[in-house]
């Protein structure tokens, strides 16, 4: 049987917030699945990856409550145990919260109980919760959702679920041209144009920011340690910031005005700074392959 290296199993109270916790899951990389009968479990399981893929690899959340067909606790816990002995790493996360805010949330939603169809919620809540009592005691992890908002439980799930490297945002770090307008994608833009122009001295116009002589030359403008230490102090804050609010994309975009010499350099600098801070940057220049212009750069900086 090929599984998963490891499985998690979330379940817990109706309206206590499962369905956040595995778009949470599954935004951190996870596999996941909801409500699939516990019949079709074992196949499940069974089943090997697509050829070409690290699917294996992936941890994989199933979703199972009192709406998934065939449910029986008892049955649920003699499975789990089941894969223990095989040695497969299996684990459930189960759901708490109180009964007076599960009528809120539910008088909120207008949605009616899954065991009360025909009832007041309050009679399907004590239901669920007499029937889920087993599973309950034998958890191995608990939320009480009573006094958390979605955000703060995808928050606790992020942490509790989100190692080895699960949920770190792609990061882009890009250069880009004034000239040529802002990159639709950057959720940050730094702007280079304070920094002296080595478009304007002739020997240097050709080159890029990749070109040594063209970064020494941005070097060395009296703003340039300071501010740049600054940016890349501030976005080393940010970054484990936006982590934390599950953002899945970060692009961080620096400007000048072609888009060849100082953006270039600093986009190269920053994105150094970053790998050794921990981060995995990819870097793109949008504008390094066009032509210098004298109409786009503007007059000379006077000296």
């Not at 240097?204 to 501010?227: F, Q, W």
Request: overall charge neutral; aromatic content about 6%; hydrophobic content about 40%.
């Amino acid at each position: 049987m090929t599984t998963p290296h490891r499985i998690l199993l979330v379940t817990g109270m109706s309206g206590a917030g499962k369905s956040t916790v595995l778009r949470t899951l599954e935004d951190l990389g996870w596999e996941v699945v909801d409500n699939m009968p516990l019949v079709l479990v074992d196949r499940l399981l069974a089943t090997a990856p697509a050829a070409g893929t690290d699917d294996d690899d992936r941890p994989l959340a199933i979703g199972i409550g009192t709406r998934t067909r065939g449910f029986d606790p008892a049955r649920v816990a003699a499975r789990v145990q089941k894969l223990v002995d095989a040695g497969q790493e299996i684990s459930v996360l189960y759901l708490d919260c109180g009964g007076t805010e599960l009528e809120r949330r539910y008088n909120e939603t207008r949605r009616r109980h899954p065991l009360a169809q025909d009832r007041p919620a309050a009679d399907g809540i004590i239901r669920e919760r007499e029937l889920l009592e087993p599973i309950k005691r034998w958890a191995g992890r608990l939320i009480d959702t009573t006094n958390l908002s979605a955000n703060a439980l995808a928050q606790e799930v992020r942490k509790l679920f989100g190692g080895d490297g699960l949920g770190e945002p792609t990061l882009s770090i890009m250069s880009f041209g004034f000239a040529r307008g802002l990159p639709r994608s950057a959720d940050l833009v730094f702007d280079m144009r304070y920094l002296r122009n080595p478009h304007w001295v002739p020997e240097l116009r050709p080159g890029t920011g990749l070109d040594a002589p063209v970064a020494d030359y941005v070097r060395a403008d009296p703003a340039y340690a300071d501010s740049v230490a600054a940016i890349e102090n501030l976005l080393v804050m940010l970054l484990p910031r936006y982590r934390a609010e599950g953002k899945s994309y970060v692009t961080v975009a620096f400007g000048c005005t072609g888009g060849r010499h100082r953006s270039v350099h600093v986009t190269e600098r920053v994105a150094a700074r970053l790998r050794a801070e921990g981060f995995s940057p990819t870097v793109q220049h949008r504008d390094l392959a066009t032509a210098p212009q004298d109409s786009l750069e503007g007059a000379p900086a006077k000296t």
